[in-house]
């Protein structure tokens, strides 16, 4: 049976706030502030045991092994002599976000009849370049079946892929053929920069469509709006989400909304838009309250649902537009809030927490796929294991290298995945 699965990422034990991303404004407001990774894996594990009593198919995957001396050693250095500003890059948790993990497109949309994954090379940010390798190595163990997978290697740089933060796709229903839209921030050529990165290339993202397959006329490629990334919305899905037939966006989200609407409607006629405009809720609102980074799911009723940060609830115009929606006819029939507030501070909410892959949950390695007993274990590990606080001085302490390292081991080991402790990419 194909359904939705969100894998999400499981908080490694090195979460910490060290100010590494430009144009999230999350991660620069907190940066040098405190953090708790044992409390950052807890609220994780809880969203997706919710999710899971919710009756939706949930995975996960790993963290990475941090502080990532193989990465260090390609540029000259170590651990220990790393200049302090390249350590912290070295020891982001940042694979957490799994929504940046790779691009996916379900079987139904590929040539081939397979689902195809392709790993995001993340190359735009220095302590996320380095993801890649260990992404691929769990990718390829998860949907190692290779009659309905196809996991791809990153598209090379110096095209700027993040995945499937930048990707949207609506159908019908999950299994059914559906319209695959690109959002990018970076045409390519010359063009006026704004002042934060735009990570995502336009080339980028028409080579994932040409490597899996997909049909062109029910291929989009849309520009995100210069106003969203300026304001903060450093991927799309910031700032928009897409479930079978509802996009959920924000009125500034995209360059050409118009064409966008248009292309989809043309595309898939049951698409329902369903747009915020700023006079409701401000760009400035959207992105601090991460309203869009909700998972807009589909649940066994067949009703729509959004999983919120606590945040949205604590935006007033946010939660007044919601309110107001659930309570009138629109197609989202359900509120969930979560607190993330770790993730959170650092520009992450619950829909960058997650990787939807449309699968058979039988075809993925079960080790990767949740159970309620599976997720007790995982609880009690991270109790055990993972630093209940980390300063940003603490990143320079050895300790804390052993510790992370030793945390990531256990929970490789158990959960029968010593392989990718032992064979470093
Ligand atoms: O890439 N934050 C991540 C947040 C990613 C959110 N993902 C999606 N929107 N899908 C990023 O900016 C902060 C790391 C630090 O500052 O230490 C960070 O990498």
């Known amino acids: ?9 499981i908080v490694g034990p090195s979460h910490n706030y060290a100010g590494l991303s430009l144009g999230n404004l999350a991660s620069a407001r907190n940066f040098g502030r405190a953090s708790a990774p044992r409390a950052a894996a807890l609220q994780g594990l809880a969203k997706m045991r919710a999710n899971l009593e919710r009756g939706l198919a949930q995975g996960f995957f790993l963290p990475q092994h941090r502080p990532n001396a193989d990465w260090l050693a390609q540029l000259g250095t170590t651990v ?13 948790a940042s694979s957490m976000w799994a929504a940046n993990a790779a691009t996916v497109s379900p079987a139904a949309d590929c040539e081939d009849g397979r689902c195809h994954l392709t790993v995001a090379n993340l190359m735009t940010m220095p302590h996320r370049s380095h993801e890649w390798a260990e992404t691929l190595a769990q990718l390829q163990l ?22 499937a ?18 959002v990018y921030g970076n045409a390519g050529g010359a063009e006026a920069l704004g002042p934060f990165p735009a990570r995502q290339h336009r080339a980028a993202s028409e080579a994932i469509a ?33 479930n079978e037939r509802v996009l959920f966006a924000h009125e500034l989200a ?17 698409v329902e838009i369903v747009e915020v405009p700023a006079s409701a809720v401000s760009l400035e609102d959207a992105i601090r309250s991460y309203l869009f980074n909700a998972q807009l799911v589909t649940l066994p009723s067949g009703e729509a649902a959004l999983v919120l940060p606590a945040e949205a609830r604590e935006t007033p115009s946010v939660w007044r537009w919601l309110e107001a929606h659930v309570a009138g006819n629109g197609p989202i029939r359900h509120l969930f809030v979560h607190d993330l507030r770790e993730s959170m501070a650092n520009g992450g909410g619950p829909a960058c927490l997650r990787l939807r892959v449309v699968a058979d949950p ?7 796929i949740a159970t309620p007993a599976l997720l007790d274990r995982i609880e009690t590990l991270v109790a055990q294991w993972w630093p209940e606080r980390i300063a940003v001085e603490d990143l320079n302490n050895p300790a804390l290298w052993e510790r992370c390292l030793a945390a990531r081991s256990a929970l490789c080991g ?5 392989k990718l402790d032992r064979d470093r990419p």
């Open 142 to 163: 998860a949907f190692a079946d290779a009659a309905r997978f196809a996991v791809h290697a990153p598209v090379p740089p110096p095209f700027g892929d993040e995945g």
């Open 414 to 418: 158990e959960l029968g995945l010593e």
């Open 80 to 92: 220990a002599q790393a200049a302090p500003s390249l350590r912290a890059n070295a020891m982001s």
């Open 210 to 242: 040409r490597i899996h397959g997909l049909d062109p006329a029910r291929t989009i490629f849309a520009r995100q709006s210069a106003e969203a990334i300026a304001a903060g919305a450093f991927h799309n899905d910031v700032v928009a989400v897409a």
């Open 1 to 9: 049976m194909l359904t939705e699965i969100n894998f999400d990422g």
């Open 165 to 182: 933060a930048n990707h949207m796709r609506l159908c019908a229903r999950h299994d059914a053929p559906g319209v695959e839209v690109f």
């Open 362 to 368: 039988a075809t993925v390695d079960p080790r990767f």
């Open 254 to 270: 995209f360059a050409d909304k118009q064409g966008l609407y248009a292309s989809l409607r043309d595309a898939l006629p049951e």
